[in-house]
């Protein structure tokens, strides 16, 4: 879930000299080029189809990605997660390669949750862990409090029941409503012009560490997310977090292991002491991982690391011993800064 507001003011002062976007018209959704890792499989799911980038082998893991992402937004830490487990990378429906579901989908983490577990059931797959990115994570907790018996375990990377307040993508959503405005910023966007732009403000601080190989490898991951974008879908997104409804009640009832990963340098910081506050309260049973110099995108920033964080949580052995302990004992620790 990339900050979109440092980037929105360039766009609105920008947009009536923006380039022609590098592809065909509205109904085009993503680039159709194929994945570099994995398998691509487009996959009915009732009406609509679904994009997902199978790899790997083991047991299942399904990976979402955030707000305006695809699942590219994985390419840097499928290959250390698939020795491990048969995964499963979405596109969210309404963005990459998947269809938007009809006109009254809102893209909220209810609808998404639901649509995600009709796609489980044309896939087989009676139960699977969940790694979710900022909204996908909102989706994968969801998914965790509304169908636990669809859930073996959460890996969450600054996910949320408790919805940020006010919503941090306001300003984009006003751009984006007026149709000749927001054709603009969607045509600028779609331009490539602010790729390197927006790798920056999603890497944050963390950007001037990162070299020439890892910067160009974030960016053509953002180029994916902005190939994928149109007036619709991303209003419709821009929209979702305050149309998503908090799911703090149902939550309590999480009973499935659950790994929060965050950044203690996050442009979400209100949101992940909101939710850690909750855990502590109502989930204490919530393992809490930090990393001292971690952004919002761990993914993106420390791929390895991340990685490694998910692997140990998610060994089978680990979640055989969660699943027969009454009481379970956190882990609450720091990861610090690695040069």
């Not at 997660?81 to 269809?99: I, V």
């Not at 007036?231 to 292991?257: E, N």
Request: hydrophobic share 40%; proline share 6%.
């Amino acid at each position: 879930m990339p900050r979109i507001a440092s980037f929105a003011i360039l766009l609105l002062l920008l947009c009536t000299a923006c380039a022609q976007p590098r592809h065909g018209g509205e109904a085009l959704k993503a680039v159709k080029a194929p994945t570099a890792f994995g398998v691509d499989r487009v996959i009915d799911v009732g009406r609509v189809r679904a994009h997902v980038v199978e790899a790997g082998d083991g047991p299942p893991a399904i990976l979402i990605p955030g707000l305006f992402g695809t699942y590219r937004g994985f390419e840097r830490i499928m290959p250390l997660l698939a020795p491990h487990f048969r995964l499963y990378a979405l596109d969210n429906f309404g963005t990459g390669d998947s269809d938007r579901p009809n006109e009254d989908f809102s893209y909220t983490v209810d609808e998404q949750a639901d649509m995600i577990v009709r796609l489980m059931d044309r896939l087989q797959l009676e139960r699977s862990t969940f790694i979710g990115v900022s909204y996908g994570g909102m989706i994968a907790l969801n998914i965790a409090a509304r169908y636990p018996q669809r859930v073996q375990a959460v890996a969450c990377i600054e996910g949320a029941v408790i919805m940020p307040r006010p919503s941090p993508y306001s300003f984009m959503e006003r751009g984006l409503e007026t149709p000749v405005l927001g054709e603009a910023i969607i045509a600028l966007i779609r331009s490539g012009l602010l790729d390197r732009t927006i790798a920056r403000d999603v890497m944050g601080h963390a950007w001037e560490s990162l070299d020439d190989t890892d910067r160009a490898e974030v960016m053509s991951i953002i180029s994916h997310y902005t190939d994928a974008a149109t007036r619709p879908t991303w209003l419709g997104l821009a929209r979702a977090l305050h149309l998503s409804r908090d799911f703090d009640d149902q939550a309590k009832s999480i009973s499935a292991p659950v790994l929060y990963l965050y950044g203690e340098k996050t442009s979400f910081a209100r949101m992940v002491d909101t939710n850690i506050s909750y855990f502590r309260r109502h989930l204490p049973h919530v393992d809490l991982v930090s990393f001292s110099d971690g952004i919002h995108d761990l993914e993106l920033q420390k791929p390895r690391e991340t990685a490694t964080a998910i692997v140990e949580f998610l060994a089978s052995e680990r979640l055989d011993t969660l699943a027969d302990a009454g009481e379970r004992s956190p882990r609450r620790y720091r990861l610090p800064a690695i040069d």
